[in-house]
């Protein structure tokens, strides 16, 4: 970043290993709440188009304050789909701090947004989290 204080890394590549996949990966490191912090830290979104149609998968980290995954999280998101459409979806973190997620539509671009984590006893913030990543398949 400009003044040097934040880490913000962003990679996106095509998967060489696996013909017709697209990635894209957004990280940054948690900032803000100090005490029992629920961030998003990672999205990592995996597409294959099927024709007319595509199919796109997510996959979400869950951390606390220290860097450590936090299961059993419920991760809220909205997806912004080609058609114009939006899917709202809920799922839990793994033991790992994982949430995934799929969809599938038309061709073009996706966008995903965290639109909260919950667990009890701890608190979102949305400022310390990436919440929003795009695939265009």
Known sequence: TPDSSTAYVTTEF?????????????V???????ES???????GLRGRSLG????????ILVQDETG??????????????PSGGTLTQSAT?????????????GRGPYTLTVTGIAKSGS???????????SLDL
């Open 37 to 43: 912090c629920l961030r998003s830290t990672s999205i």
């Open 68 to 81: 450590a995954a936090v299961a059993d999280a419920r991760v809220d998101v909205v997806w912004d789909l």
């Open 14 to 26: 095509a998967g060489a290993n696996q013909p017709g996949y697209l990635y894209a990966i957004d």
């Open 93 to 105: 973190t793994d033991s790992g701090g994982f949430a995934r997620f799929n969809a599938q539509d």
């Open 52 to 59: 007319s149609s595509a199919r796109i998968g997510a996959r």
């Open 28 to 34: 940054t490191p948690a900032s803000g709440c100090q």
């Open 123 to 133: 608190t979102f913030d949305p400022d310390g989290s990436v919440l929003t990543k």
